[in-house]
């Protein structure tokens, strides 16, 4: 076996010999910086392969295109006539929080809710969870991985998180640390470090948010209120404090000199504002003070964002000129102008990102006009998926539902509204068959938003279920099952047997998908709802 390229596509080679072993194979591998990021031509010259990618990944989606497409046998006759791909939606990412990111079934600590958590995991568990996330992404060609609790002393600090960014690259997947202004533990979310926020505080009192209402926010699509108790993690600095985001700046221009990261997502922190006087001011704008009404109760300021985020993207930027910056544009407000003299300021080519509740998505899918996003003043803009997640639902939530149709919906949707591309939350495993394929879904939708739902089901869940009529009664089973918080006994543990009689008639991946579905039906049963 002869790869050119390999010194270079370390881990694109890898994952040639990993599946053909050695043998009479002739493959060069090679960047080709014409062709966008992720994209990727195969073409075949007398039995030689040669894949061109793009910048970062774009070997790598080729490599795992050519093992998609020849499985168990080499055959360069498959590429004859080149074989091209390419991201519909250039930005696809998963948003993560790390004491509830749980990959790594086999270890204690799992937490499946929050954003003010301690980690409970042994140290090592942040590797384990996230490197079989980073290997997700990259053989399903998701961008990038956004990771609130990057920096944390209780996970390896500063040297796991830069062992976890050097796992990523080689796979070519972006590490996207998620930070806040003045909130959510600053750059280095625990730790005695001097860019952690509670730290900070402490030796500079005076620039403490001064809060006049309780802490925390209330999400209309969760059926239960969201409980946040006070601690160091929850404290804020005032945004109007030139002290606070000179201190910012120097901690992000760090964050970008110190870890080889893909990009950063930066809000404004959405547990409070300041209500100081300098703050107040800022913010005493009609729009501002109609989203902070009873209506909304918006628990954040988009003009404290507007004013400050531009700083911080240049320097990020001047640190790592091509970092995915995420400016957070928080929920349900895309309709509404909000601070829309104050987003003149923000850069074009950060990726202005809007994030919607359930509610709010079937609102905007049919209200909003392509013609009204591309003259925002914003560009340019990606969606964020708030539900499909513990974040919506009933008590038992959408983690576990099988979302594909949503996730679908949304980069289909999403790309016909002229979005540039979607964020969904990617913390449980994928060994839950239902997660699983609305993994699946986000992965081959973003991709290609042209994608048919026919299509989706017949080459990429028939395979994976034992068939087409599998596939089709699986997911009605799902969908059944996530429809009724509560179904009758009867019904349950005849949809138990259902699923129970497709794993047994099947083995390997197949029968495991079948075992997950009809391991929720038993605990329902068990509930007895
Ligand atoms: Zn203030």
């Not at 290609?448 to 089901?457: A, E, G, K, S, Y």
Request: charged share 20%; aromatic share 10%.
């Amino acid at each position: 076996m002869t790869i050119a390229g390999a010194d270079t596509h370390v881990h694109a080679a890898r994952r040639i010999r990993e599946s053909y072993g050695s043998g009479d194979i002739a493959i060069t591998l090679q960047l080709d910086p014409s062709l966008s990021e992720g994209e990727y031509i195969i073409s075949a010259d007398a039995g030689h392969v040669i894949i061109s990618g793009g910048p970062f990944s774009g070997v790598i989606y080729g490599v795992e295109e050519l093992l998609a497409r020849c499985p168990d046998r080499f055959d360069a006759g498959q590429f004859a006539t080149p074989v091209t791909g390419k991201p519909g939606l250039p930005y696809r990412s998963y948003w993560t929080w790390d004491h509830s990111t749980n990959w790594e079934l086999s270890q204690i600590g799992h937490q499946e809710i929050g954003v003010f958590n301690p980690y409970q995991k042994p140290p090592g568990g942040f590797h384990a969870d996230y490197k079989r996330l980073v290997d997700f992404c990259s053989r399903h060609r998701i961008g990038g991985i956004i990771v609130y609790g990057f920096l944390r002393d209780s996970h390896g600090g500063i040297e796991a998180a830069q062992e976890l960014c050097r796992y990523a690259n080689e796979r070519g997947v972006r590490i996207i640390p998620g930070i806040a202004i003045g909130a959510y533990g600053g750059v280095y979310w625990e730790g005695k470090h001097r860019f952690n926020l509670s730290t900070w505080l402490k030796a500079n009192p005076q620039h403490a948010a001064k809060m006049s209402r309780d802490i925390g926010f209330q999400i209309a699509d969760l059926a239960f209120p969201l409980n946040f108790p006070h601690s160091d993690y929850t404290v804020s600095a005032c945004p109007s404090a030139p002290e606070t985001i000179d201190w910012m700046e120097e901690a992000v221009a760090w964050l970008a000199e110190t870890f080889e990261i893909g990009g950063i997502n930066i809000e404004s922190g959405d547990y409070g504002v300041c209500d100081c006087d300098r703050c107040t001011a800022r913010r005493a704008n009609d729009a501002e003070a109609a989203r902070r009404g009873e209506a909304h109760g918006d628990s954040w300021s988009h003009t404290d964002m507007a004013e400050n985020f531009p700083r911080l993207y240049r320097a990020a930027k001047a640190k790592r000129p091509d970092l995915w910056i995420y400016c957070e544009m928080q929920w349900d407000n895309l309709l509404d102008p909000v601070a829309t003299e104050a987003q003149h300021k923000l850069p074009v080519g950060a990726i202005y990102q809007h994030t919607a509740n359930r509610s709010f998505w079937k609102r905007l899918r049919s209200e909003l006009d392509p013609s009204y996003v591309a003259s925002l003043p914003t560009q340019p803009n990606v969606l964020r998926c708030q539900f499909a997640s513990q974040w919506n639902g009933d008590e038992r939530t959408e983690r576990y539902a099988f979302n594909a149709r949503s996730f679908a919906d949304m980069a289909t949707r999403g790309a016909e509204l002229g979005m540039q591309g979607l964020t969904v939350w990617g913390e449980a495993s994928d060994y839950h068959a239902t997660v699983e394929l609305s993994y699946l879904a986000f992965a081959r939708f973003s991709w290609n938003p042209n994608l048919q739902w026919d299509d989706f089901v017949a080459h990429e869940l028939a395979p994976r279920l034992g068939g087409q009529a599998a596939a089709e009664r699986f997911i009605a089973i799902a969908e059944e099952l996530d429809a009724h918080q509560r179904l009758a006994s009867y019904r349950l543990r005849a949809l138990q047997d259902d699923a129970l009689a497709a794993m047994t008639a099947l083995s390997g991946e197949p029968a495991r998908r079948w075992l997950t579905l009809a391991e929720q039906i038993a605990r329902r049963v068990h509930m007895g709802r």
